[in-house]
């Protein structure tokens, strides 16, 4: 009894200092879900999830990465490792039209983009850099480690830092590193070490609607991971730390369901949500009712638990809120929005900023780049910033560049080029431009292929080289269609229902990536050289074997030695008789009796010698 006694009170000890270890340290973490869904007017259906996880500690000090709760662990050694400040990794698969679908919640290029701002204390940036992209590569299964000093750019002023910094970071760029990999392929290899950096992983919570089979056979599909400090009061007296993790799927519901626009969670995801994730502090999902009109109108089952009205800079919409902490029911909550006519398409209105980028030439020597950027904006210019990467193989010549706006010359604001070395750096071209009210502005821009050695043409040569999207950064004077979370907290719900005064608005856009081909060299020109080299040294190496190690010996030549001799040759043999014993010990006594008369010859010639 004692020994049980003694047994029983260490149990309990331990579990009073894990439970007290738990509390002092779940304390530190909050974690918050969300889920928004948008029926676009070109039929579309936008989804977006939002996993917010807010840690309360200095990212400066190393020593608070030490216990893990809510927080990846996984992630939270790396940023500790390399010294990072903030972090921003987005693997997108499509193209986000912006003409069409609107401003996105988060945007992102075609492939991989990742850029990095490290902590002031970094000794060696570069190798920090180029430490901490093997790192996440090997993290997100991805092909971040092809991303090297030929294709790493520093802007001066794109990319700048989101979260709570000091006014070093804004003068200085040194401690950014941007790239981006524009041919990456994103599958579920990317989605399951993704969605293992979650608390629940896809066990439960809104994750659970994670289908890679369905999520990954649609127009738009994006992975993004946000890591930034910020403060949790006005004066920024308490840090914390922030990672926000977001996907984006768009599904186009008629070619899915045979022409009908009725969509529902089971139809786009092929299952429900079951529940909450039991550690998050909030779960929320929000469907997007502004556009369901009396001439248009659609019902949305079941009955959400609220309904809400966001105001941001002049637009207003309305909500429908599943608030899945309240959700009761012992089934899958299947949220399905059905119209009860036929659907009305309308023809989508243009946001005020979008891009447009394409090549002009053709032949395989030179060429140009230009992009068209649009403003809608009837009354107010705008000012943005115009940031193109391109690799060394595409060889910019820069007293080309020309800005017309409206059959006009427009003179940049600001402009910063870098010309790009061979194998070592690429060329960068950033401006700030001003857009007068509803003009197409033009920036085109010749340039001249490289040739490549044989050896750096990829397997699929002959489908081309793919550059890089131009970035777009400008901030809105309106929030008309706009869905971004504010620069305070990533999470939507505050954005949307909480920050009804922000007067600024933050957007950054993409322009589509560009197929370029360069000279490929006749590969099948080394085979043709590997074969008549071969077909030489053997007839050589042939030629001399035989001359030293051939045995030459005369012949015949009244010896016949076709196929027909060799066959009565054969036959002959084989008629001939074998000879009987008598005439084999006759022979031999001959043989013997001879042998005899020599060898006595051979004596009496001796003796005569002798004699003599």
């Given at each position: ?6 047994k029983c009170?260490?149990v309990?000890?331990i ?7 738990g509390?002092?340290y779940?304390?530190q ?11 676009l007017s070109?039929?579309?259906?936008y989804t ?6 807010t840690?309360?500690?200095d990212i400066?000090?190393q020593?608070?990465f ?5 927080f ?5 050694q ?8 903030e972090?921003h ?5 499509g193209?986000w ?13 075609p ?5 990095v ?6 000794i060696?940036?570069?190798?920090s850099w ?7 590569s090997g ?12 294709i790493?750019i ?10 709570a910094?000091s006014?070093k970071?804004?003068?200085?760029s ?11 392929i ?7 070490p993704?969605?293992?950096?979650l608390?629940c992983?896809?066990?439960?919570g809104?994750s659970t ?16 991971v946000h890591?930034r ?6 004066s920024?007296?308490s840090?914390?730390?922030?990672l926000s993790?977001?996907?984006s ?8 369901e ?5 969509w ?5 995801f092929g299952r ?13 999902v929000?469907?997007?009712?502004t556009d ?10 079941p009955?959400?638990?609220s309904?809400m009205?966001?105001s941001r800079?002049g637009d207003t919409?309305?909500?429908?809120v599943?608030?899945m902490k309240?959700w ?6 299947l ?14 209105q243009?946001?005020?900023?979008h891009v447009?980028?394409f090549?002009?030439?053709y032949g395989?020597d030179?060429?140009?780049?230009t ?6 904006d ?12 391109v ?10 560049l ?12 600001w402009?910063?080029y870098i010309?790009?070395q ?5 060329y ?6 001003t857009?007068?009210p509803?003009s197409?502005?033009?920036?085109s821009?010749d ?8 050896t ?17 950064s ?6 008309i ?9 990533a ?7 909480s ?10 856009l993409?322009s ?5 081909q360069l000279?490929?060299p ?13 077909t030489?040294v ?6 001399l074997h035989?001359?030293?190690?051939r ?6 030549p ?10 009565s040759?054969?036959?002959?043999k084989?008629k001939?008789k074998?000879k009987?014993e008598?005439?084999?010990v006759?022979?031999g006594?001959?043989e ?11 004596g009496?010639?001796?003796l ?5």
């Amino acid at each position: 009894m004692a020994v049980c006694w003694r047994k029983c009170g260490t149990v309990r000890m331990i579990f009073l200092m894990l439970l007290i270890v738990g509390v002092c340290y779940g304390n530190q973490d909050n974690f918050d879900e969300e889920l928004y869904i948008k029926p676009l007017s070109s039929g579309h259906v936008y989804t977006h999830f939002q996993f917010t996880t807010t840690w309360d500690i200095d990212i400066h000090d190393q020593s608070s990465f030490v216990h893990y709760n809510l927080f990846p662990k996984s992630l939270g050694q790396i940023i500790n490792k390399y010294s990072v400040q903030e972090l921003h990794l987005s693997l997108t698969q499509g193209y986000w039209r912006h003409d069409k679908w609107g401003y996105p919640i988060l945007s992102a290029p075609p492939g991989a983009e990742l850029y990095v701002w490290f902590q002031e204390n970094t000794i060696n940036i570069d190798e920090s850099w180029k430490e901490l992209v093997n790192a996440l590569s090997g993290l997100f299964c991805a092909s971040l480690n092809f991303i090297d000093e030929a294709i790493t750019i520093i802007p001066q002023l794109t990319a700048r830092p989101n979260g709570a910094a000091s006014d070093k970071y804004s003068r200085n760029s040194a401690y950014l590193r941007y790239a981006s990999l524009p041919r990456e392929i994103v599958c579920t290899e990317n989605l399951t070490p993704w969605k293992k950096l979650l608390p629940c992983d896809s066990k439960a919570g809104i994750s659970t609607l994670f289908n890679a089979i369905q999520m990954y056979n649609t127009n738009f599909h994006s992975l993004a991971v946000h890591l930034r400090p910020v403060c949790k009061d006005p004066s920024c007296t308490s840090p914390a730390l922030e990672l926000s993790q977001s996907l984006s799927v768009v599904f186009d519901p008629p070619i899915r369901e045979h022409g009908k626009q009725d969509w529902s969670l089971w139809k786009l995801f092929g299952r429900g949500v079951k529940g909450p994730c039991p550690v998050a502090s909030s779960s929320n999902v929000y469907v997007d009712i502004t556009d369901n009109t009396t001439s248009n109108p659609a019902q949305l089952s079941p009955e959400p638990h609220s309904v809400m009205t966001s105001s941001r800079g002049g637009d207003t919409r309305l909500y429908a809120v599943y608030d899945m902490k309240q959700w009761t029911g012992q089934k899958q909550l299947l949220i399905a929005m059905k119209w009860t006519g036929k659907h009305q398409y309308t023809d989508p209105q243009p946001p005020q900023i979008h891009v447009h980028r394409f090549v002009t030439g053709y032949g395989q020597d030179k060429g140009g780049i230009t992009c068209l950027l649009y403003n809608h904006d009837p009354e107010k210019y705008q000012s943005v910033i115009y940031l193109d990467t391109v690799p060394w193989f595409i060889r910019l010549h820069f007293h080309t560049l020309k800005i017309e706006s409206n059959n006009m010359i427009l003179k940049p604001d600001w402009v910063k080029y870098i010309p790009g070395q061979d194998r070592s750096r690429a060329y960068m071209l950033e401006m700030v431009l001003t857009l007068p009210p509803s003009s197409t502005t033009s920036i085109s821009i010749d340039f001249e292929r490289a040739f490549l050695k044989w050896t750096e043409h990829p397997p699929d040569a002959n489908i081309g080289f793919h550059i890089s999207s131009a970035v777009v950064s400008t901030v809105l004077h309106h929030g008309i269609n706009y869905t971004s979370p504010d620069q305070t907290s990533a999470r939507l719900a505050q954005s949307m229902f909480s920050n009804t005064n922000q007067k600024d608005f933050f957007i950054r856009l993409y322009s589509e990536i560009l197929l370029i081909q360069l000279p490929v060299p006749d590969f099948s020109m080394p085979y043709n050289v590997i074969c008549l080299a071969c077909t030489v040294v053997a007839i050589a190496f042939g030629s001399l074997h035989n001359l030293t190690t051939r045995n030459f010996s005369p012949l015949d030549p009244n010896k016949k030695t076709g196929l027909k001799a060799k066959i009565s040759a054969l036959f002959s043999k084989l008629k001939r008789k074998p000879k009987s014993e008598e005439e084999k010990v006759t022979k031999g006594k001959g043989e013997k009796v001879k042998t005899q008369e020599r060898e006595g010859t051979t004596g009496k010639d001796t003796l005569a010698e002798g004699d003599s």
